[in-house]
């Protein structure tokens, strides 16, 4: 019973609502070119289960605790479909504990979504979404890049 209410509310919340998501937008935009609607019940599914398998992937991989926590959150909230700016500050606490930082420029550019609700129209600004996922992507990129060369050494 408790299962099937996690599993309800998680599915709601992939299929249901959108807010500062990165890679769901570009799912979203093929969608809209290929079959001319939002895909997000699809998407949504899909999305979930290939979250869900990276944490199984991750969680059997990883061998330092704090460093998986952070790579499963963060493809956590690369996948969700609802990125609010503060579910980012649960990186920055797992975060301390590794060599990562990534999540102190996710933490500031994850305001960009704020801008959302400059008007009484609800409507995202999707270059300054791109502009904070792009900024975070580049830096995960060089941090995994570091950690790798000084691991090499």
Do not use: C
């Not at 550019?109 to 791109?130: D, I």
């Amino acid at each position: 019973m408790l299962i099937e209410k996690l599993f309800s509310s998680v599915n709601l919340y992939f299929q249901k609502f959108e807010f500062n998501a990165s890679f769901y937008y570009l799912v979203r935009a093929v969608g809209f070119k290929i079959f001319g609607y939002n895909i997000i019940g699809t998407a949504g599914k899909i999305m979930a289960f290939l979250t869900f398998s990276g944490v199984l992937l991750i969680s059997w991989r990883s061998k330092n605790l704090f460093v998986g926590a952070l790579a499963i959150l963060t493809l956590y909230f690369a996948m969700a479909t609802t990125v609010h700016p503060w579910y980012v500050t649960n990186l920055l606490v797992i975060a301390i504990f590794t060599n990562f930082r990534y999540t102190i420029l996710w933490s500031y550019t994850a305001f960009f979504s704020y801008a959302t609700y400059q008007t009484n129209l609800y409507q995202e600004n999707l270059y300054l979404v791109a502009l904070e996922y792009l900024l975070v992507l580049g830096m995960i990129i060089y941090e995994l890049r570091d950690n790798f060369s000084i691991n090499q050494k």
